[in-house]
């Protein structure tokens, strides 16, 4: 498989300086080597594995996502790919969700999001110069995953700081007060 780490190192525990910095970083964690030194083993018995390329796990509360390279899911049959999370969610003590990544970061939250659907996005401009995603969902009820899964999950793969908003929200008693904009200052503008 193709991994950000060297499979020697993983094997060993021992990191060379490139892994060692990588990891200093922070671009890896011990989630993702435990997941690589697992694809490491995993790979003799799935052998498609051996082709693909890793990209990151995150850990969402109550699912890891594993991320792998864009189209290397498409390889495995359907039934593989439930093999392969049964075992990884068995070695992990977790639900584990396996994605593809896509180098569209909007592409890659529409596939982990569905059966939700985007239908509004807008970046906003904070007055601390950072920026957001106001991401607007159809409807509460369609998006399986956690809000804030979903939001550590952009923020490790694609750096994007996410604000979760829905067209229609489930029925929860009386009308919630609308919420302030973060930010008086807070400049919206439309995203291509
Ligand atoms: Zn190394």
């Avoid at 990588?22 to 993702?32: A, I, P, Q, V």
Wanted: one cysteine or more; glycine letters at 8%; charged letters at 35%.
């Amino acid at each position: 498989m193709e991994l950000p780490l060297c499979s020697f190192d993983l094997r060993t525990g021992i990191f060379c300086p490139r892994c060692s910095e990588k990891l200093e970083r922070g671009l890896y964690n011990d989630l993702d080597v435990r997941v690589m030194k697992l694809f490491l083993e995993l790979e003799k018995k799935f052998t498609k594995l051996q082709k693909a390329g890793y990209v990151k796990s995150v850990d969402g509360g109550d699912t890891i996502f594993v991320i792998l390279r864009s189209g290397d899911l498409g390889r495995f049959e359907v039934r593989e790919v439930a093999q392969l999370r049964k075992v990884l969610s068995e070695e992990l003590g977790k639900h584990v969700r396996l994605i593809e990544d896509n180098p569209d970061p909007l592409k890659f939250l529409e596939g982990v999001a569905a059966p939700a659907r985007v239908v509004a996005v807008n970046k906003i401009w904070l007055p601390d110069g950072s920026e957001e995603t106001r991401v607007i969902f159809d409807h509460e009820r369609n998006l399986k995953v956690g809000e804030e899964a979903l939001k550590k999950l952009l923020e490790e793969v694609k750096g994007m700081k996410l604000m979760i908003d829905f067209e229609k929200r489930r029925f929860r008693g009386p009308q919630r007060k609308e919420r302030a904009p973060r930010g008086a200052m807070a400049r919206e503008k439309s995203s291509t």
